[in-house]
């Protein structure tokens, strides 16, 4: 549980588990055939109230969940809130499991929540109020139905949820994020209309065992592969890869640049600092808390995807104050308060004491774990608003020598250069993924290599790779608190007429007893694909040689770098799998049939100042 005071903790624990062991086992109607407005029908299951084995009368609040994963799958939560007053709706997606239909990625959402949400409000055991539930795509489906405006939508807790994949976390500034290649043949293979036929699904699954041998023969052609016995996810795929632009093809979920669209409900948004929707989550409360005249409240954790029940990730233990040991009473809480009115720790205690609550990293002491973990630690603060307004926004010049430091560069020229080849590329270890199963780390990680590293095998460190530029500080000589939006400013040319740049910051742990070669922890990372570098809506190739001034938004971040430690920022032009490579030959997106070498600059002299831009929480 969230830190709160230990007594009204206690008691509020007390009182969820009596009121669990008195709740009677709910009645459960599966497989309900829900129509759309087109005649599509979806597979919906129910979970009512019950009083002597029976359905309770009466109508009550409804929690609905939307899913593409099985709503099987929902019948932990379908249990605990029925038993809590609620009726509880688990609905599987458009072409999912047992609903019919062809399944398209999130366009057909926004509509069938509604026709969905109608259906419920006319139900004789609804009271007409809707809150939401589910973490990625699952969080996405709730921002479709609040975009689309459902009347009956009363609140959403959209949990690391799909957003504005235009611009990070799907295409990120131009690049592809694989986590999604690798989504669409793992859910190809099971959940899809072609699964069920079980000799086409083992032609995919043969597919998903294969993986890393298809990694290495990108980009993805359609028909050129078993992907094609499942069109609509090959023609997704296909298409999402060769789409690079933030235009109409990736309008679903756009909440930066449609917030107005969004019902005025309270919100509560959930992410985690090593999600792969952490940047698009800081970025939809500070556009909704401009919108909504209702509350809007946030909470980042140090989790990976969907794991804010844990507080260990990667090789890190953050503490077990980072966990949250229940996750569906606080989300209860919550629609006690919106959908019954109920007055409870909402705005008074912990999640909920004010509208932003944030987990800051690295206060541990950085010892090994029983179970061989670096304890970065860390602790909760709230704040009042994002980014906190009391942060210093700092500029560490990168200079000669691979320093990272405030004082400006006073060279007349200086830069540093490296060949980036796309058949060798930096690989990924760890960092804001999800849905990387078999094919990437998630988190926290040593920036070095090893037997759990598929393409970096060997023990070595990504440092010393001489396509891997390392700028960092002297040991800081007091803790350094970073907490805010992360951007470096760079100055670049390239030999090529297309490339990408790629970025890490990196908290740089000294050697000790427990750690004699040190720990390269990586905190976030980001990416530019040099044609976007002006406009995300508008490809503009490079002049080679030609200096560019570009700017890597990272994902956001909260972490105390201590005393004895460094700031460290990477440079290079892949991180993969977590990006799809850039072949440098400037060919259409996902079109390539060659790569070339490119030899890329970074400028970092007076007329041409390369910096680090940390927003610094003073002491």
């Not at 669990?20 to 459960?28: C, F, G, I, K, R």
């Not at 299951?45 to 799958?73: C, F, M, Q, S, W």
């Not at 235009?247 to 959930?270: C, G, R, S, T």
Request: proline letters at 7%.
């Amino acid at each position: 549980m969230l830190s709160c005071p230990a007594l009204p903790r206690l008691l509020f624990t007390l009182c969820l588990l009596t009121s669990s062991l008195l709740a009677e086992e709910p009645v459960v109607k599966t497989n309900v055939q829900v129509a759309m407005r087109d005649g599509v029908k979806l597979a919906t299951d129910l979970y009512l109230p019950a009083e002597g084995g029976v359905e309770k009368p009466g109508r009550y609040p409804v929690i609905l969940t939307r899913l593409p994963y099985n709503k099987d799958g929902a019948k932990k939560l379908g249990l605990y809130y029925a038993q809590h007053g609620y009726v509880f709706v688990a609905q599987d997606c458009r072409g999912r499991y047992g609903s019919e239909g062809t399944w398209h990625w999130m366009t057909d959402d926004g509509r069938d929540g509604v026709d969905c949400a109608k259906w419920i409000g006319q139900q004789p055991w609804s009271n007409g109020k809707i809150g939401m539930i589910g973490t990625s795509y699952v969080g996405g489906t709730q921002h479709a139905m609040a975009m689309e405006g459902a009347p009956e939508l009363a609140t959403v807790i959209p949990v690391d949820a799909v957003s504005n994949c235009g611009v990070q976390s799907m295409r990120n500034a131009g690049a592809f994020e694989m986590r999604f290649w690798n989504w669409i043949i793992l859910n190809a293979a099971k959940g899809s209309v072609a699964s069920q036929d079980p000799a086409t699904a083992a032609v995919l699954k043969e597919m998903v065992d294969h993986r890393h041998d298809y990694l290495k023969l990108l980009p993805l052609r359609p028909g050129m592969t078993p992907l094609k016995l499942a069109p609509e996810y090959e023609s997704w795929l296909v298409d999402a890869m060769r789409h690079g632009a933030n235009d109409e093809f990736w309008a679903q979920n756009n909440i930066l640049e449609n917030a107005a669209k969004y019902k005025d409900i309270p919100v509560y948004l959930v992410g985690g600092w090593y999600d792969s929707w952490a940047g698009n989550t800081t970025a939809n409360f500070a556009a909704l808390t401009r919108t909504l005249k209702s509350p809007v409240y946030m909470i980042m954790g140090p989790w990976i995807h969907g794991a804010q029940a844990k507080s260990s990730h990667g090789q890190v233990d953050f503490g077990p104050e980072a966990a949250i040991a229940d996750e569906l009473a606080w989300r209860k809480e919550w629609y006690d308060h919106v959908l019954k009115g109920m007055d409870n720790t909402v705005g008074k205690a912990a999640p909920f004491t004010t509208q932003v609550r944030l987990f800051v990293m690295g206060t541990g002491d950085g010892h090994k774990t029983p179970e061989g973990l670096l304890y970065h630690g860390g602790q909760w603060r709230d704040e009042t608003a994002w980014p906190p307004a009391r942060a210093r926004l700092t500029n560490y010049h990168l200079t000669t020598g691979g320093h990272l430091q405030t004082e400006r560069p006073t060279q007349a020229r200086a830069s540093t250069s490296y060949v980036f080849d796309p058949q060798n590329p930096v690989p990924t270890i760890g960092g804001n993924i999800s849905s990387g199963d078999g094919i990437m780390l998630q988190g926290a990680w040593d920036q070095k290599g090893g037997s759990h590293v598929w393409n970096w095998l060997k023990p070595l460190p990504l440092s010393a790779r001489n396509d891997v530029l390392v700028f960092q500080t002297e040991p800081l000589t007091q803790d350094v608190e970073v907490t805010g939006e992360i951007e470096l400013k760079l100055w670049v040319s390239s030999s090529a007429v297309d490339t990408d740049f790629t970025a890490k910051l990196v908290d740089v742990y000294p050697a000790s007893a427990d750690w004699p070669g040190g720990f390269d922890l990586n905190i976030t990372d980001g990416i530019l694909r040099a044609r976007f570098r002006d406009s995300l809506k508008q490809e503009k190739l490079m002049t080679p040689g030609q200096i560019y001034p570009i700017t890597l938004r990272l994902y956001p971040t909260s972490n105390v770098f201590k005393k004895g430690h460094r700031i460290r920022v990477d440079i290079s032009s892949s991180n993969f799998p977590r990006f799809d490579i850039n072949p440098n030959t400037g060919e259409p997106l996902n079109e390539n049939r060659r790569t070339q070498s490119a030899v890329n600059s970074i400028h970092h002299d007076a007329e041409h100042p390369s910096y680090l831009a940390l927003p610094l929480i003073p002491r």
